[in-house]
């Protein structure tokens, strides 16, 4: 198979008019799949015309340090990224959002362009996809960002992975509650999700910092070994394309990588990707009217050079040589304390020194405007140059020139260009993918997703076990490649025992049913909840995290006196100081010894 394309150039997203059904009878909530690879925002209406994400974009933005904000590229707004790859920022840190000042941005960008103004505040809802076992403080800057910034009505957060779970339950017509294991893969790390009737078991979820972006950087490592006469063209961008189109999962890694070894096989299998290059040859097909027009453009070009350089050099030294005579009038006139001193700024020591100056630099203007009278008519190249006129007289841009002329009747060997930019993937196309069940490949001391998956089954009695395996779904865009599902299926074979059942689905749209789940769910936070109960305040719904409140620990009560005299003159004190206590304790951070801290 061959691939030749030009590299993918985004468009500008278009902005959009606010439509009159999103804000009558009441405002119509906007769904924000807030995804570490792309953002996808849209309307949770129920018109046909609002199907699908009005806006997909990638979650980046290129500032440099001081720029202000409308200098500020997001998203589509950035045709090619890889100019701007050392501008680039992020909102996330691996999956959790931790730069609110990018995210803002972000959120600025999607307002304006789906026809809200933001200036006095947002009046629709907000449904916002967040990491499973999102921290609080992360939360807490989110509904701060939210609530106090754009002064939306009310918020609700769940997990992308839980929002695909459930829509494509839905579409199966699986009735609730629902129990299964969602392995979800995106773009900086994948998830194993127990959900168990209806609800995640957040105690027990497991994060392998391994997806997308690493599959990405491993296969610009893997090809740019291969081709180190590439390098510069071997970008990230074509490598996430690349990853995208080209590779899929082995069901069984080191038999396929025999298969590989096949001659034949290879013929067939292996892909060729062809980079952009230029066409032209140096001296190749030059005819000898291109070579004479040529030779007579270079020489205009030096010609107009040499003229430029004798006037710059003309009009220097008529300024030099006013200045000089100026000095000598001081001498002229009988002002001879003002001419020593202009004597000695000049560094001369006599008249007659600057009389010697003033007579080179008159000769030097004459001819100097005696060659200019003449350089019309006379070639620039027959002509003795001035010092500092040496230009090169071969001019890059012309290297054919330089090559000597060679007989026709000569047969020159061909050079094909085409085929020394052309990339041949082969087993890369498989390895890149495989880093998600062998991590060791890229040198990441972890367990791989099938690895993890089976720790996590451990943890549950064998009637959980059954219940969870007879439901794994697989979302995320790393779960695109082809032959993931039948992979999974296999290595589910291999741990379960023997004649057990288990079943395996895809997300009918990996990437995008977050975004589709999200439109059907509620379970808001108003402003007066998050004003009562706080910024990391969750309310819970099945496609949610688990809202764990941090416990303040009381103050420990004053120990009892040991007479009645000390108690007399104390009491006071310890009621005032326990006061004062209780008082600061909310602000304090101090956190109880029984908070549930979910490890991933």
Not at 202 to 214: E, L, T
Not at 282 to 291: D, K, L, Q, T
Not at 348 to 374: P, T, W
Request: hydrophobic share 35%; net charge negative.
């Amino acid at each position: 198979a061959e691939s030749n394309r030009m590299d993918c150039k985004a468009s500008p997203d278009p902005i959009f008019e606010l439509p009159a059904q999103c804000l009558t009878p009441t405002p119509v909530p906007i769904v924000i799949d807030n995804g570490s690879f792309q953002t996808r925002a849209g309307w949770a209406a129920s018109a046909a015309e609002f199907d699908s994400p009005r806006l997909l974009f990638r979650s980046v933005a290129a500032r440099s340090r001081g720029a202000a904000r409308s200098e500020t590229q997001i998203g589509n707004d950035i045709p090619n990224l890889e100019p701007l790859r050392w501008l680039l920022k992020s909102q996330f840190d691996r999956n959790v959002v931790v730069n609110f000042e990018i995210q803002e941005l972000i959120f600025d960008y999607v307002f304006t362009h789906l026809g809200i103004a933001s200036e006095g505040g947002v009046e629709h809802p907000i449904v916002l996809t967040e990491a499973p076992c999102n921290p609080l403080h992360c939360r807490q800057m989110m509904s701060e960002l939210l609530f106090e910034c754009y002064r939306v009505p009310y918020v609700s957060y769940g997990v992308d992975g839980l929002y695909s779970f459930y829509h494509n339950n839905t579409q199966r017509n699986i009735r609730p509650t629902h129990t299964g294991l969602v392995l979800s893969s995106g773009y900086h790390c994948s998830h194993i999700l127990p959900v168990i009737n209806g609800r995640l078991d957040a105690v027990n979820c497991k994060r392998v910092n391994v997806a997308g972006s690493q599959a990405a950087s491993y296969l610009q490592r893997l090809l740019q070994l291969k081709y180190p006469g590439h390098l510069a063209a071997i970008t990230l961008s074509r490598m996430e394309e690349l990853l995208h189109e080209h590779s899929y999962t082995a069901v069984d890694y080191h038999e396929e990588l025999e298969k590989w070894r096949s001659p034949e096989f290879y013929e067939r299998e292996v892909h060729r990707m062809q980079l952009p290059f230029s066409g032209k040859v140096p001296g190749g097909g030059v005819s000898v009217e291109e070579r004479q027009e040529r030779r007579a453009q270079q020489l205009r070009r030096l010609q107009e050079i040499n003229a430029r350089r004798r006037e710059e050099k003309l009009q220097q030294d008529q300024e030099r040589l006013d200045r000089l005579l100026a000095v000598q009038e001081l001498l002229d006139d009988g002002l001879l304390d003002q001419f020593h001193k202009r004597l000695v700024e000049l560094n001369m020591d006599s008249a007659e020194e600057l009389q010697s100056y003033i007579n080179k630099l008159q000769l030097a203007v004459e001819q100097g405007r005696q060659k200019l009278l003449h350089s019309d008519g006379v070639s620039e190249l027959e002509q003795p140059m001035d010092e500092g006129d040496g230009v090169a007289l071969m001019d890059p841009d012309f290297p054919e020139d330089t090559l000597p002329e060679k007989p026709a009747n000569v047969v020159q060997p061909m050079f094909n260009m085409a085929e020394y930019h052309q990339l041949f993937v082969g087993t890369e196309r498989l390895r890149c993918p495989e880093i998600l069940f062998q991590p060791s490949l890229t040198g990441e001391d972890q367990m791989g997703l099938m690895e993890t998956l089976q720790y996590v089954l451990a943890r549950y009695s064998p009637e959980q076990q059954e219940a969870l395996v007879s439901n794994v779904f697989l979302t995320g865009g790393n779960m695109q490649y082809p032959g993931m599902k039948e992979r999974v299926e296999r290595e589910l074979l291999a741990m379960r025992p023997f004649q057990s059942h288990f079943k395996v689905t895809m997300a009918s749209q990996p990437a995008l049913d977050a975004w589709y789940g999200a439109r059907d769910w509620e379970g808001w936070i108003s402003r007066q909840e998050y004003e009562e109960k706080g910024g990391e305040y969750l309310s819970e719904h099945c496609a949610s995290n688990a809202f764990i409140p941090m416990k303040i620990a009381k103050p420990v009560p004053a120990r009892p006196a040991e007479s009645s005299i000390t108690t007399l003159t104390l009491t006071g004190t310890s009621s005032a100081v326990s006061t004062v206590t209780s008082a600061l304790t909310p602000s304090c951070s101090t956190v109880a010894a029984d908070v549930s801290v979910v490890t991933s």
